[in-house]
């Protein structure tokens, strides 16, 4: 069974960065497509990056230009850099496969206030 375990959120104000990190129980070179995504309170989940096995990177309009999505095949691990955040970048955030063939982890929560 994949477990995977998001970490990196925290409070911030608005324009300042944020690195999350989501470690995967097995090897990611077997998992094709892998992706962030959030949900905000009241919101569905959305999907806001995703990233090929060979490192292709895909965004969704809110965040491009601002995030970054990237991964260590060799540390199991898949990355998402967010610079410029805004308050409606608040939501908790998880990584998963695309599409979404895992359990879902906890997540680890993004505050973006003033």
């Known amino acids: 069974q994949v477990q995977l375990v998001e970490s990196g959120g925290g409070l911030v104000q608005p324009g300042e960065s944020l690195r999350l990190s989501c470690v995967s129980s097995?090897?990611?070179?077997?998992?094709?497509?892998l992706g962030w995504y959030r949900q905000a309170p009241g919101k569905q989940r959305e999907l806001v990056a995703h990233i090929t096995r060979g490192g292709s990177a895909n965004y969704a309009d809110s965040v491009k230009d601002r995030f970054t999505i990237s991964r260590d095949n060799a540390k199991n691990t898949v990355y998402l850099q967010m610079n410029s955040l805004k308050p409606e970048d608040t939501a908790v955030y998880y990584c998963?496969?695309?599409?979404?063939?895992?359990?879902w982890g906890q997540g680890t929560q993004v505050t973006v206030s003033s």
């Open positions: 097995v090897s990611i070179f077997s998992i094709v497509v």
């Open positions: 998963n496969a695309l599409p979404a063939l895992y359990t």
